[in-house]
């Protein structure tokens, strides 16, 4: 059986509401809408959790954060949790990482032969949430209403550094895995579209007059919000800063004209395979998470709202028919999918492989920053359930209510009771809180143990180098 090579887009803090069947027809993103003819295009797609690393762990894991360990920015994804990567590695792929992946932990390969970048963001326990101090702001905190008011134009940033040398050594690393008799997978992973929101001048100019600056709702008062979304609120300083129209108009302007900048990076990737290897190749495009975009007065993620939740997600590859597939998804699909999609053993873990029809409800966690117990939700049908220990439940007929601003949980007590027992039947709320306040009071304490001497940065060297170290080291495989 032919394995087919496997290249994997990620793009960081996209959100899926952009992309009702590939990208609305008003975005400038050409590329992206090319692939999305040739693909299949899961236009309900969710993360397993509205944050960067838990939602990556899972992703590459198949696995809930409450499985996983990894519940928010600064915890440690353990060595010992297999990866889709560990599966094709097996099964004889070569396995690259270009770009950012939030790998925290001295572990910064997880299954990856090699990977050309560090990490974009801390790999350390720096980022560590206190449930014990909920209403103190951490010096580390960095989703502050001030990185909104700073979006616009530029034509130099951290993350359009990071992202240029990811394009570059992409383009590179395709043009050597061409040359390979073996299998291979490449993750190509993007600090875009990660806030503050800042484009080069000619991607701005794309969206002038664009008719989609205001948010479809507009900020919501004080008492209209939900508990968490107060708590988000006030943790992001809203209170402290106001936007105006403009300022609103102006963050989403240089949000869309970072996704074409970004288009532009995965053209190029996808204009290279095309002339090595584009015949066998399994392409997935996805994000790790949503973005609110000022919808209801919210920004970033950290919410189960559908800006925070969806992401847009495509696949193709050899046999897999172009079309729009409505049923709800989840980021943990992916890595069964493409074990399945090599001719691998099935992976055991929370996630469905999108080929098959039979499919539960779609759980989504959060228990990081922002929040002061665990957060659950389940997505079936038109249907999504949040529930935690602290706030009301809510229950939403996204059909019928696509922006979420009327709860059902009261007016449609027999939906309301059947997905409370889906909640029930799967996660202890006594269980899960417990191990996320463990976890986070050990990391506050060795991360302030560390702080007071020399730190060693997990994150400091590009591991292609030590990968190709221990290669060239290591006996040959018949020595005993």
Known sequence: MSRPNILVLMADQLTGTLFPDGPADWLHAPNLKRLAGKSRRFTRAYTASPLCAPARCSLLTGCLPSHTGVYDNAAEFPAALPTFLHHLRRGGYHTSLVGKMDFVGPDQLHGFHERMLAEYDPADFTRTPDWARPDETPDWWCHDLRSVLAAGVADASPAIAYDDQVEQLALARLAELARS??????????????????????????YEGCQHLAPAVPPLPWHEHDPHSRRLLTACNYTLHETTADDI?????????????LDGKIGAILEALEAVASAGTVIVFTSDHGEMLGERGLWFKMSFREGSARVPLYLSGPG??????????????????????????????DGVSLLTEER???????????????????????WKYTSCPEDPTELFDLDSDPHELTNLADLAPG???????????????????????????????????????????WEAEPLRLAAERYTQARPPSDTP
């Open 415 to 457: 939906e309301a009771a059947r997905m409370a027992a889906g909640v029930e039947a799967r996660w202890n709320f006594a269980t899960f809180d417990r191990l996320v306040r463990l976890s986070q009071t050990r990391r506050l304490l060795i991360h302030a143990a560390l702080r007071s001497d020399d730190r060693y940065p």
């Open 249 to 261: 108009a102006r963050a989403r302007r240089a949000y869309f004209a970072s996704l074409s900048l």
């Open 360 to 382: 539960g409800p779609v759980p989504m966690e959060y228990a990081a920053e922002g929040s002061v117990a665990p957060m659950v939700a389940l997505v079936e049908d038109c």
């Open 181 to 206: 008799d073996e299998p291979w997978c490449l993750v190509v992973s993007f600090a875009h579209l990660q806030e503050p929101f800042l484009a080069p001048q000619h991607y701005w100019d794309l």
């Open 320 to 349: 897999i028919e172009p079309e729009r597939e409505m049923r709800p998804v989840s980021t943990m699909d992916i890595a069964p999918t493409l074990v399945e999609l090599a001719g691998l053993p099935p992976m055991h873990c």
